[in-house]
């Protein structure tokens, strides 16, 4: 079965820090997705992530896939109170069942003006 | 146009109503999805469908019965549902299953009463 494990699960920030969001999954798989959902909405793409050692830039946020230690990396670089939000990893099943996503718990980032 | 448009955006519903919830998107994705997610949980799958036929169905209730009439839209018919059930039902498309970036809808908050 198919784990996906986020930390932290909640992260408060100052301004301007940077830090990291990980996420572990338990099985074999070359897919993994990061959205961002902000409260009472849907979930936004962020990166999808489809091979070993990619990393993807979008303004503040960098993302990174390592399918041999199966682990991916959120990372955020002088934060602003705009990316306050919950942010999920997701990674695919593995070949034989590759129609479902497994979703993270979610790591709730606040980020204090 | 990269939208999946979910109606109705908020729903009340007493436990012997039947409603729909309704999902479409015009992006010529031929894979898509129902999710459900309460409160401060990562979104769980419910249906898959691919090419308009359903390909997964995660052990869902048959109070919940999802119909896709063509390859834009995607139904969720409800029936007796329970108050627990109250959640954020969440639709979405991707190009194909598999490896593909999922768009989300806005969701339906659904209560049920």
């Known amino acids: 079965e198919l784990k996906v494990e986020q930390n932290p699960l909640f992260l408060s920030m100052q301004e301007g820090k940077n830090y990291t969001i990980y996420c572990n999954y338990s099985?074999?798989?070359?897919?993994l997705y990061w959205y961002r959902q902000d409260p009472g909405k849907s979930l936004e793409s962020l990166f999808v992530?489809?091979?070993?050692?990619a990393v993807k830039q979008e303004g503040r946020l960098m993302a990174s896939l390592d399918t041999k230690a199966r682990l991916s990396t959120l990372h955020i670089t002088a934060a602003v109170h705009d990316l306050s939000a919950t942010y999920f990893c997701a990674v695919d099943m593995p070949p034989n069942r590759d129609d479902k996503i497994i979703f993270g718990k979610g790591t709730r980032l606040h980020i204090l003006p | 146009d990269t939208e999946v448009t979910q109606t109705p955006k908020h729903l009340v519903m007493g436990m012997t109503n039947k409603k729909s919830l309704k999902c479409e998107q015009h992006m010529g994705h031929r894979a898509m999805y129902w999710y459900k997610q309460k409160a401060k949980k990562p979104p769980e799958l419910m249906f898959v469908y691919s090419y308009e036929k359903l390909s997964i169905n995660e052990s869902v209730p048959s109070r919940f019965s999802p119909e896709c009439p063509n390859s834009s839209l995607l139904n969720l018919h409800l029936h007796a549902l329970q108050p627990e059930d109250s959640a954020l039902y969440l639709c979405?498309?991707?190009?194909?299953?598999?490896?593909?970036?999922?768009?989300f809808g806005q969701g339906t908050r659904l209560t049920v009463v």
């Open positions: 099985t074999t798989s070359d897919r």
């Open positions: 992530l489809l091979s070993n050692g």
């Open positions: 979405a498309s991707s190009r194909e299953t598999g490896g593909i970036e999922a768009f």
